[in-house]
Structures are given as structure tokens and as C-alpha cells.
């Protein structure tokens, strides 16, 4: 398990690292998605089977479906790709990568303090979650359930197009 | 079966989280900082279920999945603000989006 | 009968509230109405409440009504409540009668002006404040009548706003009165802190107890009650307002600045006279102060050219006569002076008021000339005025009450040789300018023709008015003496009648010589005007003794020019330092305010950074 665990973590990263660097927006979601299966496979790896089929079905299933759909809606195609070609010379990723990489650093000297510990995998079984997500935490899934629902009628409202609707004194 | 430690699961979703967050501040197109978010909330959700497995309780993964469900709503409300600003700008260029100025 | 004290003030309060919140939909009549009939029911109810006080006085002599607390704080029991004794009783009868009179000449008077609510709401509340201050039983509510009164004299002086001068001279009266206000509160608290209580009654009885004869803290209190009396009654020194004040509407003058207001200083020290009599130096002071302003005013009104001006000053000198006599010890002289004065001070301004409008608003006495026979009416009760302002022998009020003043001012135990003299030569030169009013204006040749003479109820008052300058002299207060004490006499003192044949003898002086300057040999002065030392004289004379120039020179150009100095204000310059910083602050900051999301995203990062390495550090 450690090594499918290390290769799909190895997937995962350099799958992210060509996300960020795509200038093309096809293309990131499809390195995206890989980036997904692989910590899909991470999820597996530390015993979470459950969140690894979440992972697939919901992030690189609907999500994935729905940028998708975006991007193509508002048609970005090579345009967009030269724009971000232009937009993204190397002296751009100076700053942003300074900064994130004292951000690593520092993470990774907090995490690396000892003690460390290692993960015993077991099986947390769905029974478990399920259990566990209607029992203790079920106030905090009706206040998810606000939230989704707020989203739709928010995305409906939004996206809505709204036609100029003029009083007809004001017709010309 | 050798074990995995967990500051090594915790360390690739630093990265994972890190990566995005260099997306962010990089891109300019508002689509790609998008993704590079979800790849944040990813990273995310990866800490939560490494906390899980290692403390061997099912808290982890309810809040990988909370993560998740807030993710969808967020993705949808950002995605349909992004037809709309297309639709009134006729650009996805973050720095052309300043009506919020002082 | 004492449960229907509160109507007295209330019914003019009524009429006040009614103008000022729906004056302006009134038809003229009803505003009419409810303006002078308010005072006109508050004059009935009071002269019956006066005739069953007198008839059947009650137990303690005063009738008194608790209306409701009004505050308390700590000892200070301010009340609501009012009482009515025998001195009370002469002002409130004199303010509503008056007052009722002046009125209904008013709803004439004020005929063709705009703002007639705006008028009657002002008088009427000025007659609620008037009677509040003369009824208070406490000093609390006394103070609130004062500063009420205060208020509706700036409104009325200003009541042709207009004109930038009657502003002007509001806001002269307004501010100068203030300087006696403020010393008066202050000596209100001094009593205070001393007695412990601002009631009246508890005053009068405690300070004898509490202070002995001359204590410096008593001779305080008075003095800066004294101020406050020389404040609002317009003595010397802070007499310069009460000329300028006759901007306002002929009524007004009748009513405030003749009649009531500007005695309310004669009453505060009546009022307070336990504490004035515990401080002898105060006293004398003020019979100084009463002399000499009755000189001064009196000389200034002996060659104004301007009516109403003229009457100002013979204001002013009267009420010198009053505070002399309040000096001495004579209370109830003052009080019987101020009885008969606002009789025929009242009667000469509203008959000033209708020379005025009659002559198309000419105020200068040489451009009249003639009106005997032009104005008949006017004319025989103006001379009625000017013969009581005069105190010609035993026909006239003004005759009984000035003659008891003379006579004291020499033999009261407080009184004094000089006193006697200064009011004696007052009383001269009082006689001479009446005498010069009455010929230059209703003699002569006629110099503006008149308009359309007053209407009846013009008139009407007049007559009344008239009646009681000739009549109130022989109408005695001896119920005073339950509320002021008797006037001491000196020991050996000459007889009164010498005193009476001196006054009258002095008196006829001042008629015969302005008959002969002013009638018979009217050249004389043609030729005094020739003279540059005499002309000299006169305008010192005319401007009042040039006490507005010393007090521009003494206080309003130093604190104009310090105001200069200090143009751009050292103090707000640090609120204003302060404010400028934050601003800057603020540009500095609102810099990062950019609209710039990425610029926000990379400020996050910043701060978890900076959390992250405190962390670390740690």
C-alpha cells in the first residue's frame, strides 16, 4: 500500500503542477481530473474508500462536468490560450512563487516536528461515516443542505440573463 | 505492509495546497483561478482524511465530505458569476474586475 | 379660589401653543382672538382672585399652589409651583391688565403686519414667562421666567427682522442682558450652597438665621442678584440696550420695555430684600447705582430727537427712581413707583405708537410739530402721560409715588443728602424733557401730515390707560406691608410737606423752563446751537453719554482683535491636526483598497505567513 500510495502522490503533484501551467483551459481540467483520480487513489491507499468514490463521482465527475460546460458556453479555445501565454511570462511566477514557497517551508517545519506518527491503515467503513454523519453531525448536514440549496437558486438567479426590458413609454 | 506516516500524507497535501495557491496568485483568467481553488479545497479535504485515518475515526471523511458538498455550491454560484461577468465585460481578466476600488 | 392660580400663567401659555403650532391657517380675527383674549381671561381671573385676596386675605397672607416637581437632584427641589402674596399680586394684576390692554391695541396696531400669529405668539408667551417670574415660589422657576422673558424681548426687538439694525439691537439686548443673567445664576448657586434650598420662603426665613449683618458671602449673593436686576432692568452700567431695543413694535415697547419686563429687577430685590437688608453695602450701592443712572438716562433724554428713544431713556430713569428706592429701604415706594409707571409709561409709548403710525412711521419729534389739533384724543392723553411722567402736583400718580421717593431717599435710615438732590434734579430735568415732548410734538407748526387717524381700539386703551395715570396715585397698597418690611426712618427727620413743597417747586422749575425754551423763547436754543462747548455737551448727551463707544473700546475691539489674533484657532487646529493624520492614514491605506484580487489573495498569504512564522519563532 505505501507505494501506491507514494506513486499516486507522485501523480497527483506533477499532474497539479502542469494544471497550474496550462494555458490552454481543456487541457488544465483534463490534468485536473488526472490530479483527481490519483488522490482519489491516495484516498483509497489511507483507508478511506468512501471518499475515494466521492472523489471520483462528485470533484471529477459533476465538477469537472461543469467547467467544462462553462468553458465551452463562453467558447474559450485558442484565443484564451495565446492571452494566457502572453499573460503568464516567467517573471509573473517570481512573486507568487517566493511567497509560496516560504509558505511550504514553514508547513513543512511545523509537520516535521517531532513526534511523528504513522497511520495504521484500517478501514473506516461507510457503515462507520454513515452512522456517524446522521448521528452526531446531523445539524451540520441540514446546514449543508441550506447551503446546496442556497447555491442553486444563487446559481440560478445569477446566471439568469436578464433581457433589457425597457417600459414601453421608453420603446423607441 | 509498511506503514505510511502521517505527516508524509500531510506534507503532499501541503504541496497539493501550495500549488494551488501559487495558481491563484499567478493566473489572470478568472476560470483558471477557479480551478487553482478547487485544488486548494482538495489539498484540504486530503488533511481531513489523513487526520482520520490516522486517529482511526470517521470525523475525517464527514468533513472531506462536507468540503465537498460546499465545493459544488461554491463551483456553481462562481461558474454562473462567470457567465454573467463575461456576459456584461466581455473578459474573464481579474485585473479589468475593480468596480470594488476604494 | 388659590386652585385656580396656575390659570393666570396657563391661559397665555394656551394662546402661545395655539399661535405658534397653527397661526399661520388662522384667519386674522381668530388669531386676534385667541392672542388678546387669552390675556384678557388671565387679567379677569387674576383681578378676581386680587379682589378675593384682598377681601379675604388668607391665613398666611399668600396663596400658594403646588403644580408638580419639576426636578431633583441631590438637595435641589426644583418645584412647579406658584404663589400669589401681596407684592405678587400688584405685578401679576399690572401684567395682565396691561398686558390685556396693550393687546387689544396690538390687534389694531399690528394690522397690516405679516406676522401677526408670529406677534401674538411672542407676547403671549412673553405675558406666561412675565407672570411665571412674579409668581415662581421658588428661584428656580423664577430663573426660568427670567430667561423666558429674556427670549421673547430678543424676539420682539428683532420682530422686523428685516432690517439688519433691529437684529442688531435684539442681539445687543439679548447679550447685555445675558451679563446680568449669568451673574444672577451664579449668585443663585452661591445661595444655594449656602441655604441649601432656592424656595423663597425657606430663603426669607433662613438667611437671617444663617448670616449675620455684612457677612462678605451675603454681600455676594446681593451684589450678583444686583447685577442680574441692573441686567435686565437697564441700569447703569449695563443700561446701553434699552434705547436700541425700541426697534421692536411700538406694543412691544409699551409692554416689555416699559411696563413689565424691565422691572423685574425692581422685583427680584424686592423679592429677595431679607438678603439685600443683611448686606448694607449692597444697598447703598444700589441706591448709587439707581441715582446715578436716573441722571445720565435723564440727561440723554432731554435731547433725543427720536420719540421713542426719548421715552427709552425716561424708562431708564425711572427705574433709577425705583432701584434709589429699593437703596433706602423703601420698598413699597418702589413698588407703588413701579405701579404707577407702567400706567403711564404704557399709556406714552402706545400713544407714541399711534403718533407714529399715524404720522407714516416719523420718529423724529421735529418733523411733527402741530398734532393738538390733528389728533385730539392722542394728544390729551399723551399730555395725561407726559403730566404723570412729569409728577405734576396731586393730579397726577406719578406726583404720589416720585414724591414718596424723594422724601425717603433723604430720611430713610439708608437715604442720604445727596441722593435726595441727584433725585430731585432728576425730577427737574424728568419735567423739562416732558415738557419739551409735549411742545415740539403737539405745538407749533405742523411739519408731516397725518394719515388715517387709530381706531377705537387704539383708543379704548388709551382712555383706560389715561385714567389709571391720573387715578392710581390715590390707590394705596398698604397690604404690601405684610410682605415688605416698613421703611426705617432716621431718627430726626424733617417734615414730609417741606419735601412735597420742594419736589413741587422743582418739578414746576423743569415745566416753566421748557415752556420758556421750548415755547416762549425758541430762539434761545437757536442760539445754544451756535455754541460749540454746548453742542459738544448735547451730543454727549444724545449718544448716551458715549457709553456704547467705551464699551466698543473696553470690550468689543479687544475681543475682536484677540479673535484676530487667533483666527485660525489653536484648539481646533488639534482636533482638526488630529483628523488631517487619519485622513492620511486612511489615503495610505485605502491604497491597498485596489480592486486588485490578486493584490487581496497575496495580502492573505502575507498575514498567514507572518501568523505561521510568530509560530515557529515561538
Known amino acids: 500500500m505505501p507505494i501506491l500510495f507514494y506513486l499516486s502522490s507522485a501523480v497527483a503533484i506533477i499532474a497539479t503542477i502542469m494544471v497550474i501551467t496550462r494555458y490552454h483551459p481543456i487541457h488544465a481540467l483534463l490534468y485536473l481530473v488526472v490530479s483527481f483520480l490519483a488522490i482519489a487513489m491516495v484516498f483509497l491507499s489511507l483507508g478511506a474508500p468512501f471518499a475515494a468514490a466521492l472523489e471520483v463521482i462528485v470533484y471529477a465527475g459533476a465538477i469537472m462536468v461543469l467547467f467544462i460546460f462553462v468553458v465551452m458556453m463562453l467558447n474559450l479555445g485558442k484565443e484564451t490560450a495565446a492571452q494566457e501565454k502572453d499573460w503568464l511570462r516567467p517573471a509573473v511566477w517570481i512573486g507568487p512563487g517566493v511567497l509560496t514557497l516560504v509558505l511550504l517551508m514553514e508547513m513543512s517545519i511545523l509537520l516535521l516536528a517531532p513526534p511523528q506518527r504513522n497511520v495504521a491503515v484500517a478501514v473506516v467503513t461507510p457503515k462507520q461515516v454513515a452512522l456517524s454523519l446522521y448521528g452526531e453531525y446531523i445539524i451540520a448536514v441540514e446546514l449543508i443542505g441550506f447551503l446546496l440549496t442556497t447555491g442553486i437558486v444563487g446559481a440560478a438567479h445569477i446566471g439568469k440573463q436578464k433581457k433589457k426590458s425597457l417600459h414601453r413609454f421608453l420603446q423607441a | 505492509m509498511a506503514p505510511i506516516s502521517a505527516h508524509t500524507v500531510l506534507i503532499v497535501a501541503a504541496i497539493l495546497f501550495v500549488l494551488g495557491l501559487a495558481g491563484v496568485l499567478t493566473r489572470k483568467n478568472i ?37 465537498l ?29 475593480r468596480e470594488l476600488k476604494d | 379660589m388659590q386652585q385656580y392660580l396656575y390659570l393666570i400663567p396657563a391661559m397665555p401659555l394656551i394662546g402661545f401653543l395655539l399661535l405658534i403650532t397653527g397661526g399661520a391657517q388662522f384667519p386674522r380675527y381668530v388669531t386676534a382672538m385667541i392672542g388678546a383674549g387669552s390675556i384678557c381671561v388671565s387679567a379677569i381671573i387674576a383681578i378676581t382672585m386680587g379682589a378675593q385676596f384682598l377681601l379675604y386675605p388668607p ?79 421658588n428661584l428656580v422657576l423664577l430663573y426660568l421666567g427670567w430667561e423666558g422673558v429674556g427670549l421673547c424681548s ?6 422686523w427682522y428685516e432690517s439688519e439694525a433691529n437684529c442688531m439691537a435684539a442681539r445687543k439686548a439679548f447679550v447685555i442682558t445675558r451679563i446680568g443673567d449669568t451673574a444672577m445664576i451664579i449668585g443663585l448657586f452661591l445661595l444655594f450652597r449656602e441655604l441649601g434650598t432656592l424656595n423663597i420662603r425657606e430663603i426669607l426665613a433662613l438667611a437671617p438665621q444663617y448670616f449675620t449683618t455684612g457677612n462678605t458671602t451675603v454681600t455676594w449673593i446681593a451684589l450678583l442678584l444686583l447685577a442680574g436686576g441692573m441686567g435686565k432692568s437697564a441700569q447703569l452700567p449695563l443700561q446701553t440696550w434699552l434705547p436700541d431695543a425700541m426697534a421692536g413694535p411700538s406694543p412691544v415697547s409699551a409692554l416689555i420695555h416699559a411696563a413689565t419686563m424691565v422691572t423685574a429687577g425692581v422685583y427680584l430685590i424686592a423679592r429677595m430684600h431679607t438678603i439685600f437688608e443683611l448686606s448694607p453695602f449692597t444697598m447703598h450701592l444700589t441706591a448709587i447705582i439707581g441715582a446715578l443712572t436716573l441722571l445720565v438716562a435723564g440727561c440723554s433724554a432731554m435731547v433725543q430727537t427720536d420719540i421713542k428713544r426719548i421715552l427709552a431713556y425716561s424708562t431708564i ?20 413707583h413701579f405701579f404707577t409707571h407702567a400706567f403711564f409709561k404704557a399709556l406714552l409709548f402706545l400713544a407714541a405708537g399711534a403718533v407714529i403710525e399715524t404720522l407714516h412711521h416719523e420718529h423724529n419729534i421735529f418733523k411733527m410739530g402741530g398734532l393738538r389739533k390733528d389728533m385730539p384724543l392722542i394728544f390729551r392723553t399723551f399730555i395725561i402721560g407726559a403730566a404723570a411722567l412729569a409728577a405734576v402736583p396731586f393730579v397726577t400718580a406719578g406726583f404720589f409715588s416720585k414724591d414718596e421717593i424723594l422724601w425717603f431717599a433723604w430720611s430713610a435710615a439708608g437715604g442720604h443728602p445727596l441722593l435726595w438732590v441727584t433725585g430731585l434734579l432728576g425730577a427737574f430735568i424728568t419735567a423739562f424733557y416732558s415738557t419739551r415732548l409735549i411742545l415740539v410734538v403737539f405745538w407749533g407748526e405742523r411739519q408731516t401730515t397725518p394719515g388715517k387717524l387709530p ?9 383706560i390707560l389715561a385714567i389709571f395715570s391720573i387715578g392710581a396715585g390715590w390707590i394705596h397698597l398698604p397690604h404690601l406691608t405684610q410682605v415688605l418690611p416698613e421703611t426705617v426712618l432716621k431718627p430726626a427727620h424733617p417734615e414730609e410737606i417741606i419735601f412735597q413743597f420742594i419736589a413741587i417747586f422743582s418739578t ?14 425758541p430762539h434761545t436754543i437757536r442760539g445754544w446751537k451756535e455754541s460749540e462747548g454746548l453742542m459738544s455737551v448735547r451730543n454727549f ?3 448716551g453719554w458715549k457709553f456704547d463707544q467705551l464699551y466698543d473700546v473696553l470690550f468689543v475691539r479687544p475681543f475682536v482683535f484677540i479673535t484676530q489674533v487667533n483666527r485660525n484657532d489653536v484648539t481646533d487646529k488639534i482636533y482638526s491636526g488630529i483628523a488631517t493624520i487619519h485622513l492620511q492614514l486612511n489615503r495610505f491605506l485605502s491604497v491597498s483598497q485596489n480592486g486588485s484580487l490578486r493584490w487581496y489573495v497575496a495580502g492573505v498569504l502575507i498575514g498567514i505567513l507572518f501568523i505561521i512564522t510568530l509560530q515557529i519563532l515561538r
Open chain 3, 154 to 159: 430678543f424676539l420682539l426687538i428683532g420682530f
Open chain 3, 317 to 336: 430713569s425711572q427705574i433709577g427712581y425705583m432701584f434709589l428706592a429699593l437703596g433706602v429701604g423703601a420698598w413699597s415706594a418702589a413698588i407703588f
Open chain 3, 455 to 463: 381706531s377705537s381700539a387704539m383708543n379704548i386703551p388709551l382712555v
Open chain 2, 69 to 97: 458538498a460546499m465545493a459544488a455550491a461554491e463551483v456553481s454560484v462562481a461558474l454562473a458569476m462567470v457567465l454573467q461577468i463575461h456576459h456584461q465585460h466581455k473578459t474573464l481578466d481579474v485585473e479589468d474586475l
Open chain 3, 541 to 543: 448727551f444724545y449718544a
Open chain 3, 59 to 137: 391665613l398666611e397672607g399668600v396663596y400658594h399652589q403646588q403644580l408638580w416637581h419639576w426636578f431633583n437632584i441631590g438637595k435641589l427641589h426644583a418645584d412647579i409651583g406658584l404663589q400669589l402674596d401681596a407684592m405678587s399680586l400688584v405685578f401679576v394684576c399690572i401684567i395682565t391688565f396691561i398686558g390685556a390692554l396693550i393687546h387689544i391695541y396690538s390687534i389694531a396696531f399690528m394690522e397690516h403686519d405679516r406676522d401677526y400669529a408670529r406677534f401674538f405668539a411672542s407676547m403671549n408667551l412673553f405675558v406666561c414667562s412675565m407672570l411665571l417670574l412674579v409668581m415662581a415660589n
Open chain 3, 508 to 521: 414746576l422749575l423743569g415745566i416753566m423752563t421748557g415752556y420758556m425754551l421750548y415755547y416762549l423763547y
Open chain 2, 31 to 67: 476560470i483558471f483561478m477557479l480551478i487553482s481553488i478547487e485544488i486548494m479545497l482538495n489539498a484540504a479535504g486530503l488533511a481531513f482524511i489523513a487526520a482520520g485515518s490516522r486517529w482511526q475515526q470517521p470525523d475525517g471523511q464527514i468533513m472531506y465530505l462536507f468540503i
